[in-house]
């Protein structure tokens, strides 16, 4: 419900994709510290919401310090300047509007849609998300709308598309509790999902032999510190060691031959592929013991329920696709989908990722799951627009790093960038920033003024941020909360939602975009998901506040209830042939190996008390005095040959770029891989762009870029 009786709120966190349900409370509540924000006005109280499903109270330091955030730094008022040299002078409203759609008029007219572009975020409520496309897809006729959810899940949902016939996590938290192996393969749980790690770990002290631990991760971290089995493989070998445990099962005929004869096809073909992929080969190319793929392999195949959870490590790949199938296979294999305690699970990484990719906030989809390529798809959504048949482009939009090529190549007239600071988590910064230097106008929405990606913008507009617009987030396990507004915004700052209805009335559509509430977007984007998989179409806002958190599918007429779903119970798959695909794909490894000149991999990842770009959380002093200063990881083998003692500072170098950061010397990571946080930009203190380093080539089916995986050397300074 989202307001009680004692006058507080509930919401969820604006942070992770586990999306934890947050009692806001106001600052006259009693016992209540008052601590007053950067405008002296006292400061909500932030605690775990014990009535949210999903995450049953708890909250991590993240999510209690959210109310510290809101306040300071924002930007107040439309700034713009014609140059990227000039200063920016404050403009109203109406000036910025009239400077963008100008813009998109004379783009049309001269060069036609595709000239236009918008990079959003996972950070939008879905009503963000859903007029958003409705302004692009529909009323421009462009697909260029794509969001920073591409650098983080679209591996996932392509991987699910391809072997389930849809997006959309099977899985439910609740199989935490249930399963007898938890499998996490390219995630670090514990600092990127802590409250889902802390409900593993509680039932790992309560009940250690119903549950096994196995963690995937070239480096021990907290969450391997807590594994049963950790197999620290090369990076780049994830696919290779899944079929090494597959090639295993066949072997052993560990398969459940029931389930794959009754509700899979091509079988034949992965089984013929994983011959190739034998224990010593995979063993040799991972990097591992056999005797470790062997107990790996052993429970997969001999154990009742095995839970696979994964993120980044296994998405940011250029074989990310290829990744999650042969995970998904492995389930398909065993018979591991669809019940109590098993499945496939990928751990969303930002607050409405989920939302959004049901909105259709990527360049290849339209709201309700489907794709721009469906010409029934395509129908289906003009009409429910309002819009001309053939409105819509039939061709996949630019995805995130194609929107960037495209400015550099100067085909873009307009790049607006929404809620997201790319100039921190994109990769190869340096060239990010001269394709943003050929743009003629790049547009930021932001609630803060002072981003990196701000400093290459024409126009800056002040967004309404979570807490001060309502809206819905849906989480990793498609559980829907209505954010309320129980906070004043800055004076001009606006919802996103509204922001893009206002340009699409500008346009011309005033009827397509003549919404007067975030709660009439939403029952619109309901009413377009009937019948699909992510079957909004029972919720509301009203019912959402009245009831509380609902997951999908919640079709009309669905009793409101807080038990948990599980999709596929059925074991009929959204594919034409209701059957779960194998899919047969060899790994291909790297795309930049390490070599002579650049012989170690950086991989890259997050810190517990810091959330991505730290527009946020760089303003909670607890959460900087946990994490002062970005550090290199580095094995000893690697650091004393190069005189790097653990304190020292060294360059890090890549084909792309240097930077300079302190090392810490540790076991704790394998010989030949170097770790960074990516959280630091060039406005921090210190400034440490790991991204810079990175390089953009992406998976050809999701086009993730591999963001885990670059070739560099390293050298004291
Ligand atoms: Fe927020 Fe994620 Fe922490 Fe939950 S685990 S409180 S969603 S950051």
């Keep these: 419900m989202a307001a009680s009786p004692s006058g507080s709120t509930h919401s969820q966190c604006p942070y992770c994709g586990v999306g934890c349900g947050l009692e806001l409370m106001p600052p006259a509540v009693k016992n209540q510290p008052t601590r007053r924000d950067a405008q002296g006005l006292p400061i909500w109280g932030a605690r775990g919401d014990r009535s949210h499903p999903s995450s049953l109270g708890q909250v991590c330091i993240k999510g209690a310090t959210v109310c510290e955030t809101l306040a300071g730094g924002r930007l107040a008022t439309p700034l713009a300047r014609r140059s990227l040299d000039e200063p920016f002078q404050p403009i109203s409203w109406d000036e910025a509007l009239d400077r963008i759609v100008d813009r998109m008029r004379t783009s049309l007219q001269a060069r036609g849609p595709q000239a236009l572009a918008m990079y959003g975020s996972g950070q939008f409520h879905t009503e963000d998300y859903y007029v958003a496309q409705k302004l692009f897809k529909g009323a421009l006729g462009t697909n260029n709308f794509d969001a920073n959810s591409r650098l983080c899940m679209s591996s996932a949902v392509a991987g699910y598309t391809r072997s389930l016939g849809s997006d959309g996590p099977p899985c439910c938290y609740e199989d935490l509790d249930h399963c007898s192996v938890a499998f996490l393969i390219g995630t670090n749980t514990a600092e990127c999902h802590p409250v889902l790690f802390q409900r593993l770990l509680k039932r790992k002290r309560r009940q250690s032999d119903s549950l096994t631990i196995v963690v995937v991760d070239p480096r021990e971290t907290a969450t391997s510190d807590a594994a049963d089995l950790h197999l620290a493989i090369r990076p780049g070998t994830d696919l290779v060691l899944l079929h090494g445990v597959a090639h295993l099962l066949l072997r052993q005929t560990a398969i459940d031959f029931e389930f794959i004869e009754g509700e899979t096809e091509g079988f034949a073909a992965y089984a013929e592929l994983v011959q190739a992929w034998t224990p010593d080969r995979v063993s040799r190319i991972c990097g591992i013991p056999e005797s470790s793929l062997g107990q790996l392999a052993a429970l997969w195949g001999q154990s009742a329920s095995v839970l696979s959870l994964w993120s980044m490590g296994v998405n940011q790949s250029v074989e990310g696709t290829a990744t999650v199938a042969g995970l998904i296979n492995l389930h398909l294999l065993t018979g591991q989908i669809g019940k109590v305690g098993a499945g496939p699970f990928s751990l969303t990484g930002q607050p409405n990722a989920m939302g959004g990719r049901e909105a259709g906030g990527l360049a290849h989809l339209l709201p309700g799951y489907r794709t721009v390529t469906n010409a029934t798809h395509r129908a289906t959504v003009e009409a429910a627009w309002g819009f001309a048949p053939g409105a819509i482009d039939a061709r996949p939009g630019l995805a995130a790093w194609q929107q960037v090529e495209a400015m550099e190549a100067g085909e873009l007239d307009l790049w607006w960038v929404a809620a997201t600071n790319p100039l921190v988590s994109m990769p190869n910064l340096e060239r990010v920033k001269a394709a943003m230097r050929h743009c003629p106008l790049v547009v930021v929405s932001d609630a803060y003024a002072n981003t990196e990606t701000a400093q290459y913008a024409h126009l800056l507009l002040p967004a309404a941020q979570w807490s001060e617009k309502a809206g819905v987030m849906v989480n990793s396990e498609r559980r829907v909360t209505l954010c309320p507004a129980f906070r004043q915004p800055p004076a001009q700052a606006r919802p996103d939602w509204e922001v893009f209805a206002e340009v699409g009335r500008r346009l011309g559509f005033v009827d397509q975009f003549g919404y007067a509430s975030a709660a009439e977007v939403y029952a619109e984007f309901c009413q377009l998901t009937a019948g699909r998989l992510c079957d909004h179409s029972g919720l509301s806002h009203g019912l959402l506040e009245a009831e509380g958190p609902q997951q999908w599918p919640f079709p009309a007429g669905s009793a409101p209830t807080t038990a948990s779903k599980r999709l596929y119970t059925d074991f009929r798959f959204a594919t034409p042939s209701g059957r779960g695909r194998f899919i047969a794909e060899h790994p291909l490894g790297l795309a930049e190996p390490p070599c002579e000149a650049y012989p170690l991999v950086l991989t890259v990842g997050r810190y517990l008390g810091q959330w991505h770009t730290m527009t946020r959380t760089g303003r909670v002093a607890r959460l900087n005095a946990?994490?002062?200063?970005?550090?290199?990881?580095?094995?000893?083998?690697?650091?004393?040959?190069?005189?790097?003692?653990?304190?020292?500072?060294?360059?890090?170098?890549?084909?792309?770029?240097?930077?300079?950061?302190?090392?810490?010397?540790?076991?704790?990571?394998?010989?030949?891989?170097?770790?960074?946080?990516?959280?630091?930009?060039?406005?921090?203190?210190?400034?440490?762009?790991?991204?810079?380093?990175?390089?953009?080539?992406?998976?050809?089916?999701?086009?993730?870029?591999?963001?885990?995986?670059?070739?560099?050397?390293?050298?004291?300074?």
């Design 626 to 717: 946990m994490h002062p200063e970005p550090l290199l990881e580095i094995h000893p083998e690697d650091a004393y040959p190069l005189g790097l003692e653990s304190g020292d500072q060294a360059a890090i170098t890549s084909r792309r770029a240097t930077l300079s950061a302190r090392v810490d010397v540790t076991e704790r990571i394998r010989p030949g891989t170097v770790f960074l946080p990516m959280h630091w930009g060039f406005l921090q203190d210190p400034p440490c762009e790991a991204n810079a380093l990175l390089h953009e080539q992406a998976c050809p089916i999701s086009k993730q870029p591999e963001l885990k995986a670059t070739a560099v050397s390293v050298a004291a300074v």
